[in-house]
């Protein structure tokens, strides 16, 4: 199973000059019966990225135009059997806190590979900032281009 980084799913929306689009849109049209995946993280930042551009009706319709258009499974976090406070702090807190100490990495891609990393059955991680992440995790880490070429 292929799982998607947030920038992979900007440049499919915005950036239409990017030299990367090409790339970016056979890597997509190539990974669609894959059950490729995303998290609600990155979704959400998506959302927040195109909210400047998109009429704001459309937002709460990101399941049709992009959960539905690329076949996206969306990984949400599981917190079954624990308040919301506990949830929230080991979640948004201390996870990340925990990985940006020993990984070194912004919050929001703690947030977003520590949620992949509990995912069963991932077996690549895909982004365009490839750098970001190799090394700070067991998932090979691959750009839409890497990815395309193996």
Not at 43 to 68: A, C, H, T, Y
Not at 69 to 95: C, H, M, N, W
Request: aromatic share 12%; no cysteine; charged share 20%.
């Amino acid at each position: 199973m292929v799982a998607l980084d947030t920038d992979v799913l900007v440049l499919a929306f915005a950036f239409h000059r990017d030299e990367r689009q090409q790339t970016n849109a056979r890597f997509l049209e190539a990974i669609g019966n894959a059950n490729p995946i995303t998290t609600i993280y990155s979704v959400m930042e998506l959302l927040g990225k195109l909210s400047f551009n998109l009429p704001p009706e459309r937002l709460p319709l990101w399941p049709i135009w992009l959960q539905d258009r690329f076949r996206l499974t969306v990984a949400y976090p599981s917190f079954a059997g624990i308040d919301g406070k506990t949830f929230f702090q080991q979640e948004f807190v201390d996870g990340p806190l925990m990985q940006m100490q020993q990984r070194r990495m912004p919050f929001l891609d703690a947030l977003i590979l520590g949620l992949v990393e509990g995912v069963d059955g991932v077996n690549s991680f895909v982004t365009w900032n490839a750098r970001h992440f190799r090394g700070r995790t067991t998932i090979p880490v691959f750009t839409p281009a890497e990815y395309l070429d193996q």
